[in-house]
């Protein structure tokens, strides 16, 4: 029979495993979110429109256009961070045998889901410089000069950050048995050794 602790120490384990659950309506707040960018996004296609009609010069119908690119790259990274997160850190979704995986969902794990929003950030900082130097002129007047560098030098941040996440997570994944592959080999090595003394 089980004495009280052993149950406690059962139920507070099961409560742990369950607080992960917890993240569950982060993970809709995220899905609202996304639905109330997309209004967004179709209102800024509505501008694009009329600024075609109305004949505006073409630097500010391609800085809308970008503006288009930067809202679907962020609705991107948001349906990253909601599948994935609550795939790896909540339940497991039952998508192997759909037709419609998405091809990043294949070997996805915690290390990886990190590489990818890096280089997702990565991405959307890059579009934001481009925005910046189709308006280099306004965009000198209101920040200058330095507010540019700054521009440049976040976009350099975070290349060198999904870099340096991918280096960490190559150099992990070098080792057969994580950072601690060596341990078990000399274990391997000395069941071997014990196993030749038997037939001996």
Do not use: C
Request: charged share 20%; hydrophobic share 45%.
């Amino acid at each position: 029979m089980k004495s009280f602790f052993d149950r406690f120490e059962n139920f507070f384990e099961g409560f742990i495993f369950w607080s992960r659950w917890v993240q569950a309506p982060m993970y809709g707040g995220l899905i609202i979110g996304a639905f109330l960018y997309m209004v967004k996004f179709f209102q800024e296609l509505a501008h694009m429109y009329h600024q075609v009609i109305g004949g505006d010069i073409e630097s500010k119908v391609m800085l809308t256009l970008l503006s288009l690119v930067d809202i679907s790259m962020v609705m991107n990274l948001v349906i990253m961070v909601t599948i994935g997160g609550y795939s790896i850190f909540t339940s497991k979704i039952d998508v192997d045998m759909h037709d419609d995986k998405p091809l990043w969902l294949e070997g996805l794990d915690a290390g990886m889901l990190k590489i990818k929003l890096a280089t997702s950030l990565a991405s959307i900082s890059g579009v934001q410089l481009l925005k910046t130097f189709v308006n280099y002129r306004e965009a000198a007047e209101k920040a200058g000069s330095e507010g540019i560098i700054i521009e440049i030098v976040i976009h350099m941040v975070f290349i060198f950050s999904a870099l340096l996440l991918g280096y960490t997570e190559k150099i992990i994944h070098s080792y057969p048995h994580g950072l601690t592959g060596h341990g078990h080999e000399e274990e391997h090595e000395e069941d071997e050794h014990k196993e030749h003394k038997e037939e001996v």
